[in-house]
């Protein structure tokens, strides 16, 4: 088993729907080629911009698949299989394995507060039931449970869960996690803001849904951050900042639809009860991807 296959830009493609609210594999598929021609480094359906909470148990499944098929081993893939009962969690792990995915990513949701002792038997339960490398998948901000760094290190200790990724905004939990368990500890960012400062923190890879519209910026970061420029990292971060902060801030399935609009690429609609960027909101992004592209151009 390789514990971390995943480094570099991991890209999340979002889950599209017709005008009758239903999946669009089709579509899906043409989107997720966009993201492995363009260079992304590893796939990851099924996390908060592939609306995961918003799809029934097939629909999870055929967007599997579907991932599968199309990336044909290109590239390492990243499945969502979250849940709120661990029962459900451990079937969609074990379809995601089965069907051929590298790893599969987990966040504890939680109606009630779990505690820290639930939230570790969870994950146990998981990996026993399945051979591949587990992602330990921290957003208080979406899953409404806050895994602190001393939870995430007893998470590691248990053998299948290999990755952690942090997407609090913390960036002094990621010093944490690289003091306490050493260069070798392999996490990845999940908050987009914090892009440059996790890389810098020593973070192996990035997940993001920013390659669904600035897939070059994204990988050219990462690309400087390994070639020890920090100036060139720098720069190139600063040109995305503003829209990274907006697709977090606005919802990430509404921002990069609206974003593949605006490039001229089919985004397909949401799943009520989420509704598309106001006007006001879509001119808004239109103006920074128009800036974006003026200072790619000039960086050129």
């Known amino acids: 088993m390789n514990k971390a296959p995943f480094k570099g830009i991991i890209a999340y493609p979002i889950t599209p729907f017709d005008q009758n609210e239903k999946v669009d594999i089709s579509l899906f598929k043409t989107l997720v080629e966009r993201l492995v021609i363009s260079g992304s480094h590893g796939i990851a359906p099924l996390g908060s911009t592939g609306v995961l909470p918003y ?8 967007i599997t698949e579907a991932t599968i098929q199309q990336v044909a081993g290109r590239v390492p893939i990243l499945a969502g299989v979250s849940n709120l009962t661990t029962e459900k969690t451990i079937h969609h792990a074990k379809f995601a394995e089965s069907a051929g995915a590298d790893a599969v ?13 639930e ?30 760094p001393a939870l995430l290190k007893r998470l590691l200790e248990i053998p299948n869960v290999t990755m952690i990724k942090e997407s609090t905004g913390d960036i002094q ?5 690289r003091k306490e368990l050493g260069e070798e500890v ?15 923190a020593g973070a192996k890879g990035w997940c993001t849904a920013a390659p669904n519209l600035i897939p070059e910026l994204n990988i050219e970061l990462y690309n400087a951050v390994q070639n020890n420029d920090l100036e060139t990292a ?15 801030a606005k919802g990430l399935p509404r921002a990069v639809k609206s974003g593949l609009y605006i490039l001229g690429e ?10 598309p960027l106001t006007t006001l909101e879509t001119s808004e992004l239109k103006e920074i991807l128009s800036t974006i ?3 790619c151009i000039n960086y050129n």
């Open 266 to 275: 089919n985004g397909g609609q949401l799943r009520s009860p989420l509704k």
């Open 105 to 117: 990513m987990i966040i504890p949701m939680s109606y009630w507060k779990l505690t820290d002792d």
């Open 119 to 148: 939230i570790v038997a969870h994950y146990d339960a998981v990996a026993s039931k399945i051979s591949i490398p587990i992602m330990a998948y921290n957003n208080p901000a979406t899953s409404g449970v806050d895994m602190p």
């Open 293 to 295: 592209t003026t200072k």
């Open 173 to 177: 939990r990621m010093h944490y996690l």
């Open 186 to 200: 392999a996490f990845y960012n999940g908050s987009n803001p914090l892009a440059l400062a996790a890389f810098a």
């Open 234 to 248: 720098q720069n190139l971060f600063y040109k995305q900042v503003d829209l990274l902060k907006f697709i977090v």
């Open 55 to 62: 799809l029934n148990d097939e629909e999870k499944e055929a």
